[in-house]
């Protein structure tokens, strides 16, 4: 079965033809990181025009590195949330337009189900139970996966993603957008023991994660210690590079060590590792470290499947198309829609109260 995947939740327009869900023809990406650039993160009007304009060119890309006709596709995977809703319902309208023109299926995939597909690519076959850390820009979530298509939230980021936290850390030190990338490279320079940052304590005992009172530690540091923003152009200073190591560690250490819990709890078979902060190879050691001393399986996608990409999409739609499942025609963009099959508790979890300790 060939599906086409299209993805435009955020600042990538994506199209992807996958068979069989598991064999990528063609991966297409058009990404928007120059043009948000200068305003140091992702504006969301500017996103949506942008995917507009790309949208029809990147899926005929997608098709002709395919090298099959549009009239080959069976099926069509769009992203349908969450994400912003301008860039999404571009998207959306595309895939349902086309499917429609097509006479073929279509179906509405969660973007983080997406992430956690991405590794099917690269790997062996994933074996259930399986514990995923899911960690970009927009999202940390860890979910139980007890079989397929089945997900349960059992950790999940109080405030900010982790690769927010990376953003916003790389924006107040001036080093530029997106942070993340860059962080880690100057991390390779610097001495992450050189300042102990505070890790989020959970007072209610849930396997929780928090990332802004790192942040907020991170700015109080640089207040204190009179740390000026890198100037254009010029070369960071050990200070900026021991500060970005730190700070790395703080946020791999907090997300391995909770995944390490909850893999000691649920005893999953695999460990799967996913999200535009998959990328991170500090991270990638300390979640391979973990899962050597599990005895565990740990997947990655690699670094081109790991950030936005449509072949995931694909991937993740073609489980469920194989399940009999489609959307109809009135399916819209759902901006926060949720990767959980059983009840969840978030509101209250919302007004607990959330303890820093170093
Ligand atoms: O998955 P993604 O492309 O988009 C979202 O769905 O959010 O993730 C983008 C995020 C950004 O916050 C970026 O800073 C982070 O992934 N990121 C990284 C690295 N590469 C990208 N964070 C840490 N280290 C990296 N090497
Ligand atoms: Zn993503």
């Known amino acids: 079965m060939l599906v086409l995947g299209i993805e435009s939740s955020c600042d990538e327009t994506a199209a992807a033809v996958v068979r069989d869900g598991n064999d990528i023809l063609s991966s297409v990406i058009s990404s928007q990181i120059e043009m948000h650039k200068p305003w140091g993160g992702v504006v969301p009007e500017l996103a949506s025009r942008e995917h507009l304009e790309k949208i029809q060119p990147i899926v005929a890309e997608a098709i002709s590195e395919a090298r099959i006709a549009l009239s080959d596709i069976d099926a069509i995977a769009v992203t349908q949330g969450p994400g912003l809703i301008g860039s999404l319902l571009v998207g959306v309208c595309y895939a349902k337009t086309l499917a429609y023109s097509l006479g073929i299926p279509i179906v509405g995939v969660n973007h983080i189900e997406g992430h956690v597909y991405s590794v099917i690519f ?123 190591a730190s700070f790395q560690a703080a946020v791999v250490g907090s997300l391995m060590g909770t995944l390490e819990k909850l893999a000691n709890e649920l005893r999953p078979k695999t460990l799967i590792v996913a999200g535009g902060v998959a990328c991170n190879l500090a991270l990638r050691e300390a979640a391979q470290t973990a899962a050597d001393r599990l005895r565990l399986p740990v997947y990655f996608p690699s670094k081109h499947l790991s950030t936005d ?50």
């Open 122 to 244: 690269e790997n062996p076959p994933v074996e259930y139970p399986a514990l995923a850390l899911i960690v970009s820009g927009g999202h940390t979530n860890i979910f139980n996966v007890p079989e397929k298509r089945k997900y349960t939230v059992v950790s999940r980021t109080r405030d900010d993603a982790a690769g927010e936290a990376f953003d916003k850390v790389a924006k107040m030190l001036g080093l530029g957008y997106p942070g993340g990338p860059i962080i880690e490279r100057l991390a390779k320079d610097g001495d992450s023991s050189r300042i102990k940052f505070p890790r989020a304590k959970i007072s209610d005992g849930r396997s929780d994660l928090s990332f802004s009172g790192l942040k907020t530690a991170v700015a109080r540091y640089v207040r204190e210690q009179g740390i000026a923003p890198v100037e254009t152009n010029a070369v960071p200073n050990q200070a900026i590079k021991d500060l970005a």
């Open 309 to 358: 990409n449509a072949a995931m999409i694909a991937a993740a739609g073609f489980a469920h198309l194989e399940n009999g499942e489609r959307s109809g025609l009135e399916m819209t963009a759902d901006i926060t829609m949720r990767l959980q099959n059983f009840e969840n508790d978030d509101d209250e979890l919302r007004k607990r109260k959330v303890r820093y300790r170093l």
